[in-house]
């Protein structure tokens, strides 16, 4: 079975700080690994994914997210937050090679002028 | 392209009655997921379709819920009778197996309120 911990409910940043969103995954094989956004009243739009090789991914946006299967984590991170990244993030984990996506609770990222 | 299209974007309706969501997925996506998110939850996966065939229909509440993909394109998903705890969002998403990853494309929902 797979899980997904995404530390933190609510991050708060000031505009122009670092954004960091935590994600620790757990898997008996190889994962694929997501970070999708969810802005109020969406659907979830895909931000990055890492599947196979290079494991810092770069995603839309500016985010990025480096694989650590070491230490089982997949973090998001964005050098300079603006406003309109205010929005819900959510980790999820499938299996290679299998669809079925296990997301995280999701991690509200709050933007501050 | 057109993305992903569901119906109605709201719902609300008494408890005990009957519920109807529609989904039309991404023109070729042979593959259609049903999620449930409930408030301040991530989506949880209610049953997946490759064409036609329900493959992963594990987490669906078989007593009240049912869905039905006809012609292996769009999708029904149907709450009889709906409880107070069903008040959720239900997301439809699509994906295609020529992707070796399968990237999910999620359409914007219907929030559902039972009273």
């Known amino acids: 079975a797979q899980s997904v911990t995404q530390l933190g409910s609510h991050v708060s940043v000031s505009e122009g700080a670092l954004v960091l969103l935590r994600c620790n995954y757990s898997?008996?094989?190889?994962?694929?690994l997501f970070w999708y956004v969810q802005y109020p009243n969406q659907g979830l739009q895909l931000l990055l994914k890492?599947?196979?090789?290079?494991?810092l991914v770069k995603g839309i946006n500016g985010f990025e997210a480096e694989f650590k299967k070491s230490e089982t984590s997949f973090h998001l991170t964005k050098p300079s937050a603006h406003m309109s990244d205010a929005a819900e993030y959510f980790c999820?984990?499938?299996?290679?090679?299998?669809?079925?996506?296990?997301f995280g609770k999701g991690t509200m990222l709050l933007v501050s002028p | 392209e057109a993305g992903v299209v569901q119906s109605p974007r709201y719902k609300i309706i008494e408890k005990k009655q009957p519920v109807a969501f529609w989904c039309n997925p991404i023109?070729?996506?042979?593959?259609l997921y049903w999620y449930r998110q409930n408030l301040g939850q991530g989506p949880e996966l209610l049953i997946r379709?490759?064409?036609?065939?329900?493959?992963?229909d594990s987490q669906l509440p078989k007593d009240r819920f049912s869905a039905e993909r006809l012609k292996g394109v769009d999708s029904t998903l149907k709450i009889q009778p709906a409880e107070l705890g069903d008040s959720a969002v239900y997301l439809c998403?699509?994906?295609?197996?020529?992707?070796?990853?399968?990237?999910?494309?999620f359409g914007p929902g219907t929030r559902l309120t039972v009273l």
């Open positions: 998403a699509s994906s295609s197996d020529r992707a070796n990853y399968n990237e999910q494309f």
């Open positions: 898997s008996s094989v190889p994962p694929y």
């Open positions: 890492y599947t196979t090789g290079a494991t």
């Open positions: 999820a984990v499938s299996e290679a090679g299998y669809s079925t996506l296990t």
């Open positions: 023109s070729g996506h042979n593959t």
């Open positions: 379709y490759e064409n036609e065939e329900a493959v992963d």
